[in-house]
T-cell receptor, first 115, second 117 residues
Framework: AQSVTQPDIHITVSEGASLELRCNYS??????LFWYVQSPGQGLQLLLK??????LVQGIKGFEAEFKRSQSSFNLRKPSVHWSDAAEYFC?????????????FGKGTKLSVKP | GAVVSQHPSRVICKSGTSVKIECRSL??????MFWYRQFPKKSLMLMAT?????????EQGVEKDKFLINHASLTLSTLTVTSAHPEDSSFYIC?????????????FGSGTRLTVV
């Protein structure tokens, strides 16, 4: 069965420091991978997505993610975190051609930013 | 880009009443929409897949008689929580797939915070 694991429930980083949020997926075929950000009480905003091509994907707000098939990972990175980046981050895998074509989400990583 | 509008953003209702949540694709036609539920400090769980012109497909454990889904047009899907109880209080989010963006074209609504008192 498909699954997404985000090992870190909560991460705190200092403003200006670099950030890496981990995501591992389990899916037999070529995955479509996504990172979303959610501010409290808000919907989901797409940061970036990968479905083919260059394994290093650039997204909005200075985020990037690297798809590593050998590690079944799709970690999200940002070189310098801003206080406004504090939010919940969700990794998801889309299974086009699967039973429903919906997204399967990880449990999320809450990011706190220290001044 | 593709936009999905979800309404209302917040609703408070009394126990036993029904609440309807709307999800509209504004600039594309969505034959398939998805309804998710998010519990506090939890991930998003797929409730059902809404298919235009046919019955919705519900995930295991989701009561289809309680969470009524209607997808009467290519741009509108509705979720009605019937006879709501406090345990139905949650954050509900819809998403739609834009066929023009291929398999990766998912767009989410802004969510609805339902509080049942």
């Amino acid at each position: 069965a498909q699954s997404v694991t985000q090992p870190d429930i909560h991460i705190t980083v200092s403003e200006g420091a670099s950030l890496e949020l981990r995501c591992n997926y389990s899916y037999g075929a070529t995955p479509y991978l996504f990172w979303y950000v959610q501010s409290p009480g808000q919907g989901l905003q797409l940061l970036l997505k990968y479905f083919s091509g260059d394994t290093l994907v650039q997204g909005i707000k200075g985020f990037e993610a690297e798809f590593k098939r050998s590690q079944s990972s799709f970690n999200l990175r940002k070189p310098s975190v801003h206080w406004s980046d504090a939010a919940e981050y969700f990794c998801a895998v889309g299974a086009y051609g699967g039973s429903q074509g919906n997204l399967i989400f990880g449990k999320g990583t809450k990011l706190s930013v220290k001044p | 880009g593709a936009v999905v509008s979800q309404h209302p953003s917040r609703v408070i209702c009394k126990s036993g009443t029904s609440v309807k949540i709307e999800c509209r694709s504004l600039d594309f036609q969505a034959t398939t929409m998805f309804w998710y539920r998010q519990f506090p400090k939890k991930s998003l769980m797929l409730m059902a897949t809404s298919n235009e012109g046919s019955k919705a497909t519900y995930e295991q454990g989701v009561e289809k008689d309680k969470f009524l889904i209607n997808h009467a047009s290519l741009t509108l899907s509705t979720l009605t929580v019937t006879s709501a109880h406090p345990e139905d209080s949650s954050f509900y989010i819809c998403s739609a797939r834009d066929p023009g963006q291929g398999a990766s074209g998912y767009t989410f609504g802004s969510g609805t915070r339902l509080t049942v008192v």
